[in-house]
């Protein structure tokens, strides 16, 4: 997959339908991964951070999203902490190969010194990531959070 990172805000309000079909097929359960919710809290309260989307696409089309901001070097959810959840956007049968690309992706930039994974489901794709594939968490923080039961 290519990855692409969105920092800008018009390229940000371009994902807006290609977002909304992902999480329709794949997390419409989960309201704080919707669009809408990404912009109220981008236009709300993450307008001094950096936006920081990766964007994962196999040709044309959309397959993964992990939507981030770039706190100075410290990527975090966005939403996040106040989100009760955050995830990867993505179908579950995609994630491994998405998540790969994108953590190559990261890999590759310097830009960031720390990705802080909170407030995850149990049931996410980056927890089993992050547990059959260790080596990739040198720079990451992530820890489990009593908000998220699922």
Same mark, same amino acid.
């Given at each position: ?10 390229? #940000? ?19 704080? =991964?919707? #669009? ?17 989307? =990766? ?9 993964? +999203? ?39 992706? =990261? ?9 802080? +994974?909170?407030? +995850?489901?149990?049931?996410?794709? &980056? ?8 080596? &990739? ?14």
């Amino acid at each position: 997959m290519d990855v692409r990172v969105v920092e800008d805000y018009q390229g #940000f309000l371009a994902l807006e339908d290609s977002w909304n079909e992902l999480w329709k097929g794949h997390c419409a359960d989960n309201v704080f =991964l919707h #669009f809408r919710w990404a912009r109220a809290f981008v236009e709300s309260f993450a307008l001094r951070e950096k936006l920081y989307v =990766l964007a994962a696409y196999d040709g044309v089309s959309l397959r993964a +999203i992990l939507p981030l901001v770039n706190d100075e070097g410290s990527l975090r959810f966005i939403g996040s902490p106040r989100s009760d959840y955050a995830d990867l956007i993505c179908s579950s049968e995609e994630a491994p190969a998405a998540l790969e690309s994108i953590f190559g992706a =990261l890999g590759a930039r310097g830009d960031w010194r720390r990705l802080k +994974i909170l407030d +995850i489901p149990e049931r996410s794709p &980056i927890r089993r990531c992050f547990r059959d594939n260790p080596r &990739i968490t040198k720079r990451v923080f992530w820890q489990p959070s009593s908000k998220c039961p699922g």
